[in-house]
């Protein structure tokens, strides 16, 4: 009797959630595609501007992985500040500035300006990742938010998809063009764009959905109730609201720190180097390593989003995240066998690089799960920060394996290590609780 009501409401809700999605998640994209290419560019200004400024690999390791110094001591108080001001009066202004900071990178002369331009992107970039992970959880609940992370993630393999043709083209033809060498002009090339976005930023994202003017009264109501509700879960499962020094003695929270740690190793060993290992494997030519570098990373997104999709519709998280990473571990040990044809390590790359973004797309479902409010913002932003300094790590360590092996086979080893030992303790941090989907453990 009452079905046909419930149908209607159930139709209302999927069109109002449609209706959002398609409003905010793909603008969203469109700026973490821009902020990710600025972020690895430097993976292929390397194959000239090494040999131009006389950089060792381990010089090149330090300036890519030291992004995330910066990234870490400014992430929580970017994310209480988007908070205070609102998404569009922060996000607008961070990626003008990253944009700027880009295409001052073309001004490099050797290892410290090197290494302080890319520290400065890593702080003004560190507010924009979490500060969007929090803002989603201001429109969607634990329903919707695997795949929406993961269509907003799959910037990171479209990333390649686009920056590699295009950075390949500008490699090989924009040689002394103006009078500036070509890794100059991928440098401007990749930050303008992120200047005009955070332009339209600021006149086009609506700080949440009570500040939307294309909600209905009626849709917005529905979102805000949604939100209620899953905080009247949280609550009831996590004993409350957490407070942000409750963050800091969580165990569960230092072992999503540990699980991202593995994530991010894999990510930007992938990110900052599959450029080399392209060229030392199959060919020197940077159109070519350009065009072959869209392999693994339209395989990975694809991945991505089905799996984000399913793990979705299964309400199912821990082995998502986990064999996924198994998958990377296995995939990344396969392309370090001594001998491999060329072409077979692009095949265990493109598993390696689906298995590792698959697991970072879904990760982001457990820790918005549990926490709400200042103790979100911050605790997403931490998260995000502890995790993201094997950003670091990684560049560095694969560059001093290289500088005294002058191989990469046991520094592939070390990023399956890492993938392993991140699925192994997200076994462990997401193990199901009775009568309840799986999550983490209480903080």
Not at 32 to 47: P, T
Not at 144 to 152: G, I, L, N, Y
Not at 397 to 425: K, N, P, Q, Y
Request: proline share 5%.
């Amino acid at each position: 009797m009452n079905a046909a009501p419930a149908n209607a409401r159930g139709e209302f809700e999927r069109a109002t959630y449609r209706k959002i999605t398609l409003r905010i998640v793909p603008f969203l994209f469109v700026c973490y595609l821009l902020a990710y290419i600025n972020r690895v560019a430097v993976s292929f200004a390397k194959l000239q501007m090494q040999a131009d400024l006389s950089m060792s690999d381990a010089v090149y390791g330090v300036g890519a992985g030291i992004f995330f110094i910066g990234y870490f001591f400014f992430e929580i108080p970017a994310n209480m500040m988007l908070r205070k001001l609102g998404a569009r009066r922060w996000l607008g202004p961070i990626m003008i500035v990253w944009g700027l900071v880009s295409v001052g990178t073309m001004y490099v002369r050797g290892a410290s300006s090197y290494y302080a331009a890319r520290l400065l992107l890593g702080v003004v970039e560190s507010g924009f990742f979490p500060g969007v992970i929090l803002y989603l959880t201001f429109w969607y609940t634990r329903t919707h938010r695997a795949k929406m992370v993961s269509a907003f993630m799959t910037a990171i393999p479209i990333s390649g998809v686009v920056a590699g043709p295009v950075s390949g083209w500008i490699m090989g033809r924009m040689v002394g063009f103006g009078g500036l060498a070509s890794w100059q002009w991928l440098f401007v090339a990749d930050g303008v764009p992120s200047i005009l976005a955070g332009i339209i930023t600021l006149f086009y994202l609506p700080d949440g959905p009570m500040q939307s003017a294309w909600l209905t009264a009626e849709e917005k109501s529905l979102v805000a109730g949604r939100l209620e509700e899953e905080e009247s879960f949280k609550k009831e499962g996590g004993g409350g609201k957490h407070g942000i020094a409750d963050l800091f003695r969580s165990k569960t929270v230092w072992l999503m720190c540990a699980v991202y740690f593995g994530i991010v190793m894999g990510s930007y060993g992938l990110g900052f180097w599959m450029p080399q290992l392209i060229k030392d494997a199959i060919t020197k030519d940077p159109l070519k390593i350009g065009w072959i570098t869209v392999i693994p990373w339209s395989f990975a997104t694809v991945a991505m989003i089905v799996m984000g999709h399913h793990s979705d519709i299964r309400a199912e998280r821990r082995w998502h995240i986990a064999g996924s990473l198994f998958m990377g571990a296995a995939a990344f040990a396969a392309s370090a066998i001594p001998g491999m044809p060329g072409w077979f390590g692009i095949l265990a790359l493109s598993l390696a690089a689906a298995g590792i973004l698959c697991a970072n797309s879904i990760f982001w479902a457990l820790p918005t799960g549990i926490l709400s409010g200042a103790a979100a913002a911050a605790g997403i932003a931490w998260i995000n920060s502890v995790g993201n300094l094997a950003g670091y790590v990684s560049p560095f360590a694969v560059g001093e394996i290289r500088d005294h092996t002058h191989s990469m086979l046991l520094a592939l080893l070390v990023l399956s290590a890492a993938a392993l030992a991140g699925g192994a303790v997200t076994l462990h941090v997401a193990r199901k609780q009775p009568g309840a989907p799986d999550r983490p453990s209480r903080l």
